[in-house]
């Protein structure tokens, strides 16, 4: 949608990286590469640019 959170199901999972309180995933359609992150984000370690709770996967802006 509009918000860039995506169903779990829909995604192609190549690695994963999970803290205390959030989760990092890499995601692969066969010619790029994504990173979705959710779980807390009171530090702003989501890397979103904001410290909003994600409670569903969401497309993280960064380049790689």
């Known amino acids: 949608?509009?918000?860039g959170v995506v169903e779990q199901s829909s995604l192609n999972i190549t690695?994963?990286?999970a803290g205390s309180s959030?989760?990092?995933v890499l995601?692969?359609?066969g010619t790029y590469t994504f990173l979705y992150v959710f779980g807390s984000n009171s530090n702003g370690q989501l890397g979103l640019g904001h410290t909003t709770v994600q409670w569903a996967p969401i497309l993280n802006p960064?380049?790689?």
């Open 15 to 17: 690695q994963f990286s």
């Open 27 to 29: 995601s692969n359609n």
């Open 22 to 24: 959030h989760t990092l």
């Open 1 to 3: 949608n509009s918000h």
């Open 62 to 64: 960064t380049e790689f």
